[in-house]
């Protein structure tokens, strides 16, 4: 956390116009670094994401965590952009912005004149950042589209990502949402740098699908260079580095990273079995693959033998690099998680969470805002509007006609 003037965004104005995630969290990176976040809702209900934990397979807590998480360091404005006074204001702020970020989708921007090619004529300057579903152009261009349905859908993800034999399994909230937040940072950054050098805004975009086919990209690869596919569904031989293996209390330990005699060694000196360091059908790897259901059998009753913690002590003490498959319950509790940074206590006391996940990226010497309050709908209205030029009897009028 640093003081304002110490921040890289400090001075910079961004406006985010999206909803959900994708969009709104790269604003959020921004306002992680200084930017003069303003999120722009509809009157009353707002962003539509406020509602997730309403939902009866979200986790119950008594505050919004996603939103916490999600929206925080930025001001909330209401406009309700069906008015032509929520428009004007709304253009107001567009003469004035360093970055526009919107997923609405492209007929949504074009009938309420939100274009690239309507906005830009205000601020030739303007970084504008749009999100789709399926992109820019083509004939699925104006379709809309969670993260679900598009990055893990539609990319082939869903497909590849399941047991041998079992149906397409679904994806977790925001699962394809936040890694797109980051490509749409990368994107504004980028822009940001060409503003500097060119002095020219532009228009910068990406999709759901391209992140979901970059992120399956190994394999979707694969496809668009002709390869033969099959063995993608083929049935697996059983191997120890591929399958999940039952602890004592129900739980899973992945030995993905037991790759060597000696590493497999280590794993038997921790468990105990000391008999099995000269057995003929382990001595290596083609001993191995020749007695594979031997060795499956061995590990799976070993492992059956102590719970999760207690392995784990174990395999630490002789440096076995196997890996617990987590609970996310379990993530609070793991130290890695805080040493490293990837949580952080609130710099807000107003902010109700006693620790809140921050944005991938860690540069040395860049310091952040901290953990801050996230905003209510319209939290800030009059004070941007006042900000604008409007005064008091203006900001009325535009209440009392239902345009903030």
């Given amino acids: 956390m640093a003081e304002s003037e110490d921040l890289l965004f400090k001075g910079l104005k961004v406006l985010d116009v999206g909803t959900w995630i994708a969009g709104p969290v790269s604003a959020t990176m921004l306002a992680d670094y200084g930017a ?38 930025k001001r909330g404005i209401s406009l309700n952009l069906k008015t032509e006074s929520g428009r004007a204001i709304l253009m107001r702020l ?91 940072y990368a994107m504004i950054v980028t822009a940001l740098l060409r503003r500097e050098r060119t002095g020219k805004g532009s228009h910068v975009h990406t999709s759901l ?32 580095n591929r399958t999940p293996f039952l602890t004592r209390d129900g739980r899973y330990l992945w030995l993905y990273m037991v790759r060597t005699q000696e590493e497999l060694d280590a794993l038997f000196v921790a468990a105990g079995r000391h008999d099995l360091l000269g057995d003929e059908r382990f001595a290596d790897a083609n001993a191995r693959l020749a007695n594979m259901a031997d060795l499956m059998a061995v590990l799976a009753e070993i492992l059956l033998e102590r719970d999760l913690a207690d392995w784990m002590a174990a395999f630490r003490e002789y440096n076995v690099p196997v890996v617990p498959i987590a609970e996310v319950g379990d993530l609070p509790d793991d130290p890695q998680v805080k040493a490293a940074g990837i949580i952080s206590p609130p710099a807000d006391p107003s902010v109700p969470a006693q620790w809140v996940i921050n944005h991938p990226m860690h540069i040395d010497g860049m310091p952040t805002a901290g953990i801050r309050h996230a905003p209510e709908v319209g939290e800030h209205t009059a004070d941007v509007l006042s900000e604008l030029g409007y005064d008091t009897a203006a900001i009325a009028a535009f209440r009392a006609e239902g345009a903030i």
């Avoid at 992120?215 to 191997?239: I, V, Y």
């Fill in 209 to 240: 699908l391209h992140n979901g086919i970059w992120s399956n990209a190994c394999h979707a690869q694969a496809a668009f260079s002709g390869a033969e596919l099959s063995p993608l569904k083929a049935e697996r031989p059983p191997s120890p």
């Fill in 94 to 184: 567009v003469a004035d912005c360093d970055v526009y970020i919107t997923n609405q989708p492209t007929p949504t921007r074009e009938r309420f004149g939100l274009t690239y090619e309507q906005l830009a004529p205000l601020n030739p300057r303007m970084i504008y950042a749009s999100l789709s579903a399926y992109g820019e152009t083509g004939p699925d261009a104006g379709r809309e589209g969670f993260d679900a349905v598009t990055w893990w859908a539609r990319s082939g993800l869903m497909d590849l990502v399941r047991a041998q034999g079992a149906a397409p399994g679904g994806s977790t909230p925001g699962m394809g949402d936040h890694p797109t937040a980051v490509t749409m």
């Fill in 36 to 73: 003069d976040v303003i999120k722009v809702e509809t009157p009353g209900m707002g962003d539509p994401y406020r509602m997730m934990t309403s939902s009866p397979l979200s986790p119950r807590l008594d505050y919004n965590y996603p939103w916490v998480l999600d929206a925080r360091n």
